[in-house]
């Protein structure tokens, strides 16, 4: 995907992630999802936040759909493997695109997490997925 145009075009609405090598990490998955879905992502927006009760990552949806990426957390719980983090940054990337609302439980949560770990599979992040699932586990 051509990042530029993703931004130019406004489907990325904010970008405040400062974390250098976590905005290397977002721009990689971004640049690698097929063109041909480009233009079906809804309105979003990226930052980083370093809360201490927060997940990995969380959505929160919206007519722009806020997307939060956890610095510390990422970085302890992936031991700094790279592949875990594309994989979570893949995967919040598929609620995204398949217009998810926040659900972590219960059936509806688990189809949409099988959902979306199926949808970062078939962009190209089969393996990074499966990373990080064995590193943080299955959804809850």
């Not at 998955?29 to 979003?44: A, C, H, S, T």
Request: hydrophobic share 35%.
């Amino acid at each position: 995907m051509d990042l530029d145009r993703l931004i130019n075009e406004e489907y990325i609405i904010d970008y405040e992630v400062k974390d250098p090598k976590l905005r290397e990490l977002i721009n990689y998955v971004l640049r690698k999802i097929p063109d041909e879905e480009r233009e079906d992502f809804p309105m979003f927006s990226l930052y980083q936040t370093d809360t201490t009760d927060a997940e990995y990552a969380f959505i929160i949806p919206g007519d722009v759909v806020q997307v939060f990426f956890n610095v510390d957390m990422l970085e302890d719980g992936s031991c700094g493997n790279d592949d875990v983090k594309i994989g979570v940054i893949a995967h919040e990337l598929a609620h995204v695109y398949l217009k998810h609302p926040h659900t972590s439980s219960g059936r509806k949560g688990l189809k949409n997490e099988e959902e979306a770990d199926s949808l970062a599979s078939h962009w190209g992040f089969g393996k990074e997925v499966k990373a990080s699932r064995r590193k943080l586990g299955p959804p809850t």
